[in-house]
């Protein structure tokens, strides 16, 4: 029927053309509704009376298509309107016991899960565990995010946070020099490796204001040797397949090598800035607590260490020398030397350090403690080789006393978070199976209901079946991971909140790390014990879930075939 509204009125023209609109998307049992409102639209010629009729009849329009869809969810997955009253059973349609209703709630309460604070905190963390630790997009994408902030607000802490945690050792370097532009007293974090894969060698102006801005600290100068010395060592090693004479040989004949070592036996303190790491990092932390642990782990696991052989060697150089003097009758001379290689020893093994720095210290110490018992048995003075004696059974029982507290030495520990590991493992891969699982089977029921179905079959009773028992099962299993990951949640809380020592830090990252290790898709490629494992369990699972499937689908059938 053709209106009667002027063609020049806009208004007159986007109501006529709204309401055509919705009598197409009409719903089919109501679509006269639709018609009538357009017909009678066509007896008005006044445009401000057109728009109010078709916006009544907008209105009118999403009322009924709310009340289609409310109807439409009240039935099963793959059913329609017009086939709802159709028989089930036999060779007509089959549908699932569930209506789309009930479905789409279990489904919706599950994902209300995962995105609510501790459930996001567990996918993030599982799904980084599943990537070995590796960064995502979406985490560089909160990476660059909080740079930029940081850049607005010239915020000199929050730049040094991103550029410690983010993976591209290129943009971590411009991040870190736009950091300490802001603020000089960042300038540590040059000591950084920021996964470099020649993270050992710095560069020079970076070397140059790090020592110039802390001319103390002995491990300024032990990154100096590393830089020096890490070149040669890689020439050495191709050349002479490693041989370690031929690499003492290639260090103790450098003299920029040298000297640095000498710089840094001699400085008066040792730190290697780990806790000024650890506290800008649980600070970015903190202040951005959806970001992935990833970043967090990375960021503290690219922590520089000193090399332990170039230390070894040149004490080693110093200790030789010691008795070579001692040999000549010069004793004072040779217990000054041995002197500063026990301080430097002690100074690391006290001073502000990882664990593994203490370790080298201690094994400077016990290396520098044997040389002055050399020294004084030689020179027939018995009594001081004792004390000496005495003095290394100390060394060894501080050094079994750190090893000991260190996490990765706790084996019953290692072995509870491994069962931990375990359980958060297969009930998120048991979730994520069932969620693929079930949303395949509803994908295909709906799909199927454009088609005719000339016989029900095994696929379609178990895709109802799925679509009936898959949601509920879905939703109990991920309250079961939440619940089994909240040993790592605690983990991750209390590493946020605490202003924890380097030992607690460490427990953290080993942790995690142990999450990581019992990934299952990590055994594909180096199958050992535990790969076996996870295949038998997989196996006994497989084996249970089409056990279940079965035994349903059997008394489905026998419930029919006894249905009058």
Same mark, same amino acid.
């Given at each position: 029927?053709?209106?009667?509204?002027?063609?020049?009125?806009v208004?007159?023209?986007?109501a006529?053309?709204?309401l055509?609109?919705?009598?197409?998307?009409?719903?089919k049992?109501s %679509?006269?509704w639709?018609?009538a409102l /357009?017909?009678e639209m066509? &007896?008005?010629t006044?445009?401000?009376? #057109?728009?109010?009729?078709?916006?009544g009849?907008?209105?009118l329009?999403?009322?009924?298509?709310?009340?289609?869809?409310f109807d439409?969810?009240?039935?099963?997955?793959?059913?329609?309107?017009s086939?709802?009253?159709?028989p089930v059973?036999?060779?007509?349609?089959?549908?699932?016991?569930?209506?789309?209703?009930v479905?789409?709630?279990?489904?919706?309460?599950?994902?209300v899960?995962?995105?609510?604070p501790?459930?996001?905190?567990?996918?993030t963390?599982?799904?980084?565990s599943?990537r070995?630790?590796?960064?995502?997009?979406?985490?560089?994408r909160?990476l660059?995010?909080?740079?930029?902030?940081?850049e607005?607000?010239?915020?000199?802490?929050?730049?040094?946070f991103?550029?410690?945690?983010?993976p591209?050792?290129?943009?971590?370097?411009?991040?870190?020099?736009?950091?300490?532009?802001?603020?000089?007293r960042?300038v540590?974090?040059?000591?950084?490796?920021?996964g470099?894969p020649?993270?050992?060698?710095?560069?020079?102006g970076?070397? +140059?204001r790090?020592?110039?801005?802390?001319?103390?600290?002995a491990?300024?100068?032990?990154?100096?040797?590393q830089?020096e010395?890490?070149?040669r060592i &890689?020439?050495?090693?191709?050349?002479?397949? !490693?041989?370690?004479?031929?690499l003492?040989?290639?260090?103790?004949?450098?003299?920029?090598?040298?000297k640095?070592?000498?710089q840094a036996?001699? #400085?008066p %303190?040792?730190?290697?800035?780990?806790k000024?790491?650890g506290e800008?990092? %649980?600070?970015g932390?903190?202040k951005?607590?959806?970001?992935?642990p990833t /970043?967090a782990?990375?960021?503290l696991?690219?922590?520089r260490?000193p090399d332990l052989? &170039?230390?070894k060697?040149?004490?080693?150089?110093?200790?030789?020398?010691?008795?070579?003097?001692?040999?000549?009758?010069?004793?004072?001379q040779?217990?000054?030397?041995?002197?500063?290689?026990?301080a430097?020893?002690?100074?690391?093994?006290?001073?502000?350090?990882?664990?593994?720095?203490?370790l080298?210290?201690?094994?400077?110490?016990?290396?520098?403690l044997?040389?002055l018992?050399?020294?004084?048995t030689?020179v027939?003075?018995r009594? +001081?080789a004792?004390?000496v004696?005495?003095?290394?059974?100390?060394v060894?029982?501080?050094?079994?006393?750190?090893t000991?507290?260190?996490?990765?030495?706790?084996?019953?520990?290692?072995?509870r978070?491994?069962k931990?590991?375990?359980?958060?493992?297969?009930?998120?891969?048991t979730?994520?199976?069932?969620?693929?699982?079930?949303l395949?089977?509803?994908l295909?029921?709906?799909?199927?209901?454009?088609f005719?179905?000339?016989?029900?079959?095994m696929?379609r009773?178990?895709?109802?079946y799925?679509?009936?028992y898959?949601?509920?099962l /879905?939703?109990?299993?991920?309250?079961?991971f939440l619940?089994?990951?909240?040993?790592?949640?605690s983990?991750?809380?209390q590493?946020r909140s605490?202003n924890?020592?380097?030992i607690?830090?460490?427990d953290?990252?080993?942790?995690l790390?142990?999450?990581?290790r019992?990934n299952?898709?990590?055994? /594909?490629?180096k199958? +050992?014990?535990r790969y076996? #494992?996870?295949l038998?369990?997989?196996?006994?699972?497989?084996?249970?879930?089409? !056990?279940?499937?079965?035994r349903g689908?059997?008394r489905?059938?026998?419930a029919?075939?006894?249905t009058?």
């Amino acid at each position: 029927m053709t209106t009667q509204i002027p063609r020049s009125s806009v208004l007159a023209r986007f109501a006529l053309n709204s309401l055509e609109l919705a009598v197409r998307l009409w719903p089919k049992n109501s %679509r006269h509704w639709g018609k009538a409102l /357009l017909a009678e639209m066509g &007896e008005i010629t006044e445009p401000g009376a #057109a728009l109010t009729w078709a916006t009544g009849g907008i209105f009118l329009f999403f009322r009924v298509l709310l009340a289609h869809l409310f109807d439409w969810m009240k039935l099963p997955a793959g059913a329609r309107l017009s086939n709802a009253s159709q028989p089930v059973g036999g060779n007509g349609p089959l549908f699932p016991k569930h209506s789309r209703m009930v479905t789409a709630v279990m489904l919706l309460a599950t994902a209300v899960l995962f995105f609510l604070p501790a459930g996001r905190e567990a996918r993030t963390t599982v799904s980084a565990s599943w990537r070995e630790m590796g960064d995502s997009p979406s985490d560089r994408r909160e990476l660059e995010k909080l740079a930029a902030q940081a850049e607005s607000e010239h915020d000199a802490r929050g730049l040094a946070f991103v550029a410690l945690s983010y993976p591209d050792p290129q943009r971590a370097s411009q991040l870190a020099e736009r950091a300490v532009a802001l603020d000089p007293r960042l300038v540590w974090i040059y000591a950084s490796s920021f996964g470099r894969p020649e993270a050992a060698v710095m560069k020079q102006g970076w070397l +140059d204001r790090l020592k110039s801005s802390d001319p103390d600290n002995a491990f300024v100068y032990l990154v100096g040797a590393q830089t020096e010395g890490e070149p040669r060592i &890689e020439r050495t090693i191709v050349a002479h397949s !490693a041989r370690e004479e031929a690499l003492r040989d290639v260090l103790t004949g450098d003299q920029q090598w040298l000297k640095e070592m000498d710089q840094a036996f001699r #400085a008066p %303190r040792y730190d290697s800035y780990s806790k000024q790491r650890g506290e800008l990092i %649980r600070e970015g932390w903190r202040k951005t607590p959806n970001l992935s642990p990833t /970043l967090a782990v990375y960021g503290l696991v690219m922590h520089r260490l000193p090399d332990l052989f &170039e230390i070894k060697t040149y004490a080693d150089l110093r200790i030789r020398e010691a008795l070579e003097a001692g040999g000549t009758g010069k004793v004072p001379q040779a217990e000054q030397i041995l002197g500063e290689v026990l301080a430097f020893g002690k100074r690391m093994s006290e001073g502000g350090g990882t664990d593994a720095d203490r370790l080298i210290g201690f094994e400077v110490v016990r290396q520098d403690l044997m040389g002055l018992s050399k020294l004084y048995t030689d020179v027939g003075r018995r009594n +001081d080789a004792k004390n000496v004696e005495a003095q290394l059974q100390e060394v060894e029982l501080s050094t079994k006393k750190l090893t000991h507290t260190h996490p990765g030495f706790q084996a019953d520990a290692w072995r509870r978070y491994e069962k931990k590991a375990v359980v958060v493992h297969t009930a998120a891969g048991t979730a994520l199976l069932l969620a693929l699982v079930t949303l395949l089977s509803l994908l295909l029921l709906e799909v199927g209901a454009a088609f005719s179905w000339r016989k029900v079959r095994m696929g379609r009773r178990l895709a109802c079946y799925v679509a009936d028992y898959g949601p509920a099962l /879905l939703l109990v299993v991920s309250v079961i991971f939440l619940f089994s990951f909240q040993t790592f949640a605690s983990v991750l809380e209390q590493y946020r909140s605490a202003n924890q020592t380097n030992i607690e830090a460490v427990d953290f990252v080993w942790k995690l790390s142990l999450l990581q290790r019992m990934n299952p898709l990590s055994y /594909l490629d180096k199958p +050992d014990s535990r790969y076996i #494992a996870w295949l038998v369990l997989t196996i006994a699972l497989a084996i249970t879930a089409l !056990a279940v499937l079965v035994r349903g689908l059997l008394r489905h059938k026998t419930a029919h075939a006894t249905t009058p």
